[in-house]
């Protein structure tokens, strides 16, 4: 009677272990939760980082900062053009007539004469020639604003692949959190049989220990998985500004194209390699320009004048405006002195580009390494699949053995519920590869996709 009652709870919890087989299968095991249990999608999670990324978002206002430093370059081609205008009172303090201007030293004081005076001067000037100077710093600035245009494909790709490892580390998380909590009460139900046997005095009291012990080694795997499982969720809610509660949620795996493997590393595609090459250019113009700071400078200079006065009245020297002067003229400014210090500014640009040389292949041999190891990764957690594959599979052959022997009383049940354990383990490290393989070619594509 006894051995009925204990045949009929197995084959229940041979039901309940096919259920979790199947969905291990698809890389997903049967979660224990409410019917309004919150879904988390890979390409949801995705968007709402990349929605909210500060990075994303400071690298957009960049890229608007290099338009307007183009737009900065483009207005020195015109001329530049002011507007000056006094109203003032002059006060003869010596007492005498003395019409004309005094001349002392630099300085020109105005006639002694007391009266009201107003001036207005509209003044022009526009580089003629400067050996191309404004060319280079449009250039300089033309070149900076598809760096920043590319740095904010680099910073969307970098966020892309931190979101891809936080939602790998919580899907990992979770499927080991579920396989344990599938295969404890497999372990609880092989204690409670050997304890059954040890009280009729037909197991020893070792084997019921060695039972119990396995069971609180599960428990307590399942509690230091709830807090990794806790901390992996926290990680994402940092890119997605949303809170999620472990205890209520599902997480989907997601789907990678595996013949990203088999395709060869070309850098050129990288950000990192267009970043270079508009670095070499925009050193390029800067070291341009920085030279020709010492060239002569022909200038082209107009000034329009228009004065008025009046002896006692303010608003009759403003009436009494009318023009006055008109000049114009080219310059030559030769900076002399100015020479030595500009040497000292070119040797110090060169320097600085061959500094940002070495960064740039610095970067560029990062990159390769990177993705090398994924790709190495890749490979490595294939290898494991196939070898996991093979063992899953002859798990699930001796498990069907079992269950044939012991439903014809041939095999001792605690070995048939410890093979179902052990099918569900080998099921959660071939899904857990899984998801390593497919994180690993996902930032593969992700590296060169610009």
């Known amino acids: 009677m006894v051995e009925r009652k204990s045949l009929g709870l197995l084959l229940r919890v041979n039901h309940r272990v096919r259920q979790c087989l199947l969905m291990c299968t698809a890389l997903s095991l049967l979660p224990l939760l409410p019917a309004h249990a919150e879904l988390l999608e890979f390409d949801t999670i995705m968007e709402k980082a990349l929605n909210n990324s500060y990075d994303v978002k400071i690298s957009e206002v960049d890229t608007k900062l290099g338009e307007v430093d183009v737009l900065k370059a483009k207005i020195e081609y015109l001329p530049r053009v002011s507007l000056r205008m006094n109203s003032e009172h002059i006060g003869n303090l010596a007492n005498n007539n003395t019409p004309n201007a005094i001349a002392v030293g630099d300085s020109i004081l105005p006639s002694a004469v007391s009266r009201f005076q107003s001036f207005i001067g509209i003044n022009l000037s526009q580089p003629i020639y400067q050996f191309g100077i404004a060319k280079h710093k449009l250039r300089l600035a033309q070149a900076g604003l598809k760096q920043r245009e590319i740095s904010e494909i680099k910073a969307e790709r970098d966020l892309k692949i931190q979101v891809a490892d936080a939602y790998a580390t919580v899907l990992t998380n979770y499927i080991n959190l579920k396989g344990k909590q599938f295969t404890l009460p497999l372990y609880q139900e092989v204690m409670q049989m050997k304890n059954r046997l040890y009280q009729s005095g037909m197991l020893s009291k070792v084997d019921v220990a060695e ?47 595996p013949t990203i493997e088999e395709e060869p590393f070309d850098e050129q595609k990288t ?179 610009v």
């Open 211 to 257: 039972s119990a012990i396995k069971v609180a080694e599960t428990t307590d795997e399942i509690q230091i998985l709830k807090q990794k499982f806790k901390d992996a969720l926290i990680e994402l809610s940092y890119f997605t500004h949303e809170t999620y509660d472990p205890d209520s949620i599902e997480i989907a795996g997601f789907k990678v194209d």
């Open 271 to 449: 950000p990192e390699y267009k970043l270079y090459l508009l670095e070499v250019e925009r050193r390029k113009e800067q070291l341009a320009a920085q030279e020709r700071q010492a060239l002569p400078q022909l200038n082209l200079y107009a000034n329009y004048n228009m004065y008025g006065t009046d002896p006692s009245r303010l608003g009759g020297a403003l009436r009494d405006i009318g023009p006055l002067t008109f000049t114009v003229g080219f310059s030559l400014n030769v900076p002399i002195s100015d020479h030595i210090r500009n040497s000292a500014e070119v040797k110090r640009v060169k320097l600085e580009t061959a500094k940002a040389d070495l960064e740039n292949l610095k970067r560029l041999n990062e990159i390769r390494r990177n993705y090398m190891k994924w790709k190495q990764e890749s490979q490595e957690r294939h290898l494991e699949m196939e070898h996991k594959n093979l063992l899953v599979n002859q798990n699930q052959e001796k498990l069907v053995m079992f269950e044939k022997l012991s439903q014809q009383e041939m095999l001792d049940k605690t070995r048939l519920l410890l093979q179902q354990a052990e099918v569900l383990d080998e099921k959660r490290r071939l899904a857990e590869a899984d998801i390593r393989r497919k994180v690993s070619l996902m930032k593969m594509k992700l590296m060169t996709a």
